[in-house]
């Protein structure tokens, strides 16, 4: 799988997931899941972060790629 395949699997995921949580927002359901892999957030990250929309997984992840930018 080279890098653009990838690109476009990542990008699916995210697009599945947003519109998961969209549908939970509209059903009346929290956010539940994370917004870029889709997993679950996390009871404990949740109380933590009541509005988290990323699993602590991709926030890490998120945290470290804006730092390599900001050199």
Excluded: H
């Amino acid at each position: 799988m080279d890098v653009f395949d990838q690109a476009q699997e990542l990008e699916l995921r995210q697009r599945e997931a947003a519109i998961r949580a969209q549908q939970k927002a509209l059903a009346g359901e929290g956010r539940e899941d994370c917004f870029l892999c889709g997993e679950p957030i996390g009871e404990e990250r949740l109380k933590a972060m009541p509005n988290a929309v990323r699993c602590i997984d991709c926030q890490e992840r998120r945290e470290r790629w804006k730092s390599r930018r900001s050199r």
